[in-house]
């Protein structure tokens, strides 16, 4: 039975940092791709960043502000978040995919085959 369990959700302040992570078992984890999305009320869930062996993607909302992580000794993915804005408040789910696809492909909810519950990030202003 496939598990992914995401934790490191809290209030911060904007500008502040958080690390979320998300533990994955019954799967052979360095065979997946990883993602991380967000879903914020009254919104869709939205692709956040994406990493499949060494590559990446971030949606242009989070580049350069985030950076998505994987220690497959660990069956871990991380997701660091900075400079955080109250915009970046939302619900934080990651996800694992077989797919042997494209990044491109990976930015798509509907890529994924597992999903975690979520973990609850809040930025004040």
């Known amino acids: 039975q496939v598990q992914l369990v995401e934790s490191g959700g809290g209030l911060v302040q904007a500008g502040g940092s958080l690390r979320l992570s998300c533990i994955a078992s019954?799967?052979?984890?360095?065979?997946?791709?990883m993602g991380w999305f967000r879903q914020a009320p009254g919104k869709e869930r939205e692709f956040v960043a994406t990493?499949?062996?060494?590559?990446?993607s971030y949606s242009d909302s989070v580049q350069g502000r985030f950076t998505i992580s994987r220690d497959n000794a660990k069956n871990t993915v991380y997701l660091q978040m900075n400079s955080l804005k109250p915009e970046d408040t939302a619900i934080y789910y990651c996800?694992?995919?077989?797919?042997?696809?494209?990044?491109?492909?990976?930015?798509?909810?509907?890529?994924?085959?597992?999903w975690g519950q979520g973990t609850q990030v809040t930025v004040s202003s």
């Open positions: 019954g799967l052979t984890f360095s065979r997946y791709a």
């Open positions: 996800a694992a995919s077989t797919a042997f696809t494209t990044t491109d492909h990976l930015r798509q909810a509907g890529t994924y085959d597992y």
């Open positions: 990493i499949r062996w060494n590559s990446i």
